[in-house]
């Protein structure tokens, strides 16, 4: 099981359902899928899914910035932390307790998760 930090469905214009989901329910600052940046890591996360799902390997998507909002992470947050805020959201789907922003384009995987022992981010159940 892996988490991207990517959008893992084909990019579209404005923002998708399940990021509006995110916004709403969680807070999450996403951008939209139409910014040419987004186009091209929703092209990237989608060669990488892929890849993986050919080798056998389950991926789902999460995003890193809204997991760790409103902690002390959030300022202090760089690509390693961002690496392990979604392997820790792909862990909790995987045991069955994550929380998701879901649309009919997509699924992000958002979850509650522990880091050095410390709550990094409580998001509703």
């Known amino acids: 099981m ?3 930090d990517a959008p893992l469905t084909p990019p579209y214009r404005g923002y998708r359902e399940a990021e509006r989901v995110a916004a709403r329910l969680y807070g999450a600052r996403l951008l939209p899928g139409g910014v040419e940046g ?6 990237t996360g989608l060669s ?4 993986l799902e050919e080798a ?7 995003h ?20 392990i805020l979604a392997a820790g ?12 922003a879901i649309g009919v384009d997509g699924v992000i995987v958002l979850s509650r ?7 990094v981010r409580v998001l509703p159940m």
Not at 113 to 119: A, E, H, K, S, T
């Open 2 to 4: 892996v988490g991207v």
């Open 89 to 100: 959201a792909a862990a909790a789907h995987y045991c069955g307790i994550a929380s998701y």
């Open 38 to 43: 987004m186009r091209r890591l929703a092209i």
């Open 64 to 83: 890193p910035g809204s997991i760790a909002m409103a902690s002390p992470l959030d300022e202090e947050r760089d690509d390693r932390m961002d690496a």
């Open 56 to 62: 056998g390997v389950a991926v789902v998507e999460t």
């Open 48 to 51: 990488i899914r892929q890849l």
């Open 113 to 119: 998760v522990l880091v050095d022992g410390r709550l």
